[in-house]
């Protein structure tokens, strides 16, 4: 008969720090495991979200259509997209008004006439550009934390705010000319497949550095976001699991102050969302139109022509709508992020503690 070994913890811990590699802490997890948590994250918020959008788009035309030649932002939580209308009609994200009552009656029109596919318009080029960038930036905040948490033992209640300002930063950079391409190709009607050909037309026109246009827009609305995000989120995770008692990868406790956090970073950076969204529009109408970029006014001249031609006001435009896509959009990802983390941090103990049973 074989009997059940009990193993002392602290020969468990040694087990898992051979089997994670050498100084490794017990309850971390490898790079590859944090991609694929991250990666699950971003597929479950674009699958949730971007159904949210489409319908949001389609009320929004119903009140005011969207004249011919024009572009509008649309956004599915993870990524935002440039949308062009060609007689009021654009065929990916947007299509003609319908006869809207509300929300749920959008839903319920839009499936039973386009069927329910129609809900994930546009989900296919998020899931190829901004799933990877979501990648990148989750697992270089998580390195990056626990670097600086080690390393600078005086600033550890700081280590998110810079880890998340710095790998906001980092990913942000990478994927500007990804952007900005896309953008181009959208508004050409260009494919995929003629991708190489959109950059070398970019940069023999303009130069390596149009590539990056725009780029300081997006750095202003989405560094401070995320250094915000971050540094809410990791103290309202400790306070709210100390005062309701609960633990601190709990799904409850992660996806609520995964929601505040995200409410309280975006309520506070929507000025630059806004320029950001403005700079976007123009950007698109000038390349359906085949005119060259001019070169782009700075955020702050942007700022002052907005409060000029709508008041302070202009500067929180879509204030609920930001609030209500990003609330749930965050909520989603940090929650089925942390949940992927504990699966490994568990699976990692179970795969140390049966190599040890197993004996040489």
Same mark, same amino acid.
């Given at each position: 008969?074989?009997?059940?070994?009990?193993? !002392?913890?602290?020969?468990?811990?040694?087990?898992?720090?051979?089997?994670?590699?050498?100084?490794?802490?017990?309850?971390?997890?490898?790079?590859? #495991? #944090?991609?694929?948590?991250?990666?699950?994250?971003?597929?479950?918020?674009? /699958?949730?979200?971007?159904?949210?959008?489409?319908? &949001?788009?389609? /009320?929004?035309?119903? &009140?005011?259509?969207?004249?011919?030649?024009?572009?509008? *932002?649309?956004?599915?939580?993870?990524?935002?997209?440039?949308?062009?209308?060609?007689?009021?009609?654009? &065929?990916?994200?947007?299509?003609?008004?319908?006869h809207f009552t509300g929300t749920l009656d959008a839903f319920m029109k839009i499936i039973r006439r386009e069927g329910l596919r129609s809900l994930w318009s546009g989900l296919p080029p998020t899931l190829v550009m901004a799933v990877p960038a979501?990648?990148?930036?989750?697992?270089?905040?998580?390195?990056?934390?626990?670097?600086?948490?080690?390393?600078?033992?005086?600033?550890?209640? #700081?280590?998110?705010?810079?880890?998340?300002?710095?790998?906001?930063?980092?990913?942000?950079?990478?994927?500007?000319?990804?952007?900005?391409i896309r953008t181009k190709m959208q508004a050409q009607k260009q494919s995929y497949g003629q991708l190489s050909e959109c950059v070398r037309s970019a940069v023999h026109n303009e130069g390596w550095l149009s590539l990056w246009r725009g780029l300081?827009?997006?750095?202003?609305?989405?560094?401070?976001?995320?250094?915000?995000?971050?540094?809410?989120?990791?103290?309202?995770?400790?306070?709210?699991?100390?005062?309701?008692?609960?633990?601190?990868?709990?799904?409850?406790?992660?996806?609520?102050?995964?929601? /505040?956090?995200?409410? *309280?970073?975006?309520?506070?950076?929507?000025?630059?969302?806004?320029?950001?969204?403005?700079?976007?529009?123009?950007?698109?109408?000038?390349?359906?139109?085949?005119?060259?970029?001019?070169?782009? !006014?700075?955020?702050?001249?942007?700022? &002052?022509?907005?409060?000029?031609?709508?008041?302070?006001?202009?500067?929180?435009?879509?204030?609920?709508?930001? /609030?209500?896509? *990003?609330?749930?959009?965050?909520?989603?990802?940090?929650?089925?992020?942390?949940?992927?983390?504990?699966?490994?941090?568990?699976?990692?103990?179970?795969?140390?503690?049966?190599?040890?049973?197993?004996?040489?």
């Amino acid at each position: 008969m074989h009997r059940d070994i009990l193993v !002392p913890a602290h020969l468990i811990e040694t087990s898992e720090m051979t089997f994670l590699g050498p100084g490794s802490d017990p309850n971390r997890i490898t790079p590859i #495991q #944090q991609m694929i948590a991250s990666c699950s994250g971003a597929i479950l918020t674009s /699958l949730f979200v971007t159904p949210l959008d489409v319908v &949001k788009i389609r /009320l929004q035309a119903q &009140k005011h259509p969207f004249p011919k030649g024009k572009c509008f *932002v649309y956004c599915n939580g993870l990524m935002d997209h440039i949308c062009v209308c060609e007689n009021g009609n654009s &065929k990916a994200w947007y299509k003609a008004p319908g006869h809207f009552t509300g929300t749920l009656d959008a839903f319920m029109k839009i499936i039973r006439r386009e069927g329910l596919r129609s809900l994930w318009s546009g989900l296919p080029p998020t899931l190829v550009m901004a799933v990877p960038a979501t990648v990148i930036y989750f697992t270089c905040y998580d390195q990056l934390c626990a670097a600086l948490r080690a390393n600078v033992g005086g600033l550890s209640e #700081q280590a998110p705010l810079l880890a998340g300002a710095i790998a906001r930063l980092g990913s942000a950079t990478v994927i500007s000319p990804l952007e900005l391409i896309r953008t181009k190709m959208q508004a050409q009607k260009q494919s995929y497949g003629q991708l190489s050909e959109c950059v070398r037309s970019a940069v023999h026109n303009e130069g390596w550095l149009s590539l990056w246009r725009g780029l300081g827009p997006t750095l202003l609305r989405d560094v401070p976001f995320s250094a915000l995000y971050w540094y809410n989120y990791e103290w309202g995770k400790r306070w709210l699991s100390t005062r309701c008692n609960w633990g601190e990868s709990s799904f409850l406790v992660t996806f609520t102050v995964g929601a /505040l956090s995200g409410s *309280v970073a975006a309520v506070l950076t929507l000025p630059f969302d806004v320029v950001k969204t403005r700079r976007q529009v123009e950007l698109g109408e000038l390349q359906i139109m085949n005119l060259p970029a001019k070169v782009s !006014p700075t955020t702050y001249h942007v700022m &002052k022509r907005i409060v000029t031609e709508n008041g302070v006001k202009g500067l929180f435009a879509g204030f609920l709508p930001r /609030l209500i896509k *990003v609330a749930p959009a965050c909520a989603i990802m940090i929650s089925t992020y942390e949940y992927g983390k504990a699966f490994f941090r568990q699976h990692n103990r179970e795969r140390a503690a049966a190599l040890l049973r197993a004996g040489p």
